[in-house]
């Protein structure tokens, strides 16, 4: 009888077996060369360069400024001139006729644009929180 240990032990073969040979492996000089997609052969450190931060110096901070349509009147804050049917927004729903191709409701959709329904299993399996 041969111990377990002893027939284990044994040089480590990996799985996966490499296809070609050793990739050479390249010497690189040290000399500081112009990137490929640089304008004019620029190299970093040079007068032309400017240093990270000199350029974070002149940003502008971030500014959110509320845009203003041109074509629409601003409105006056009033109490009065906001009533609650004669608010102009672009974005206010108008009773219209539906025209060519139009549907009033999703449910008049054709059957491969409508949501499916969620099946028993499917809401089985939300129900019991997550995966089988």
């Known amino acids: 009888m041969r111990p377990t240990v002893t027939k284990l032990a044994r040089a ?11 990739h050479p492996i ?13 304008l004019g052969g620029l190299l970093p ?43 102009k927004s672009q974005y206010d729903f108008v009773h219209r006729p539906l025209k060519d191709n139009e549907v009033s409701s999703i449910s ?7 949501f499916k329904p969620i099946g028993e299993l499917e809401s089985e399996t939300i129900n019991n929180g997550g995966a089988l």
């Open 108 to 114: 008049q959709l054709p059957a491969r644009f409508r």
């Open 45 to 87: 450190g040079s007068k032309d360069c400017v240093p990270v931060s000199e350029f974070l110096r002149n940003q502008r901070p971030f500014e959110v400024i509320p845009y203003k349509n041109a074509n629409r009147p601003q409105k006056v804050k009033s109490s009065k001139s906001v009533s609650a049917g004669a608010s």
């Open 26 to 38: 390249i010497e690189h000089s040290g000399a500081i060369k112009a990137h490929p997609c640089s």
């Open 12 to 22: 480590y073969t990996p799985m996966i077996k490499f296809v070609g040979g050793k």
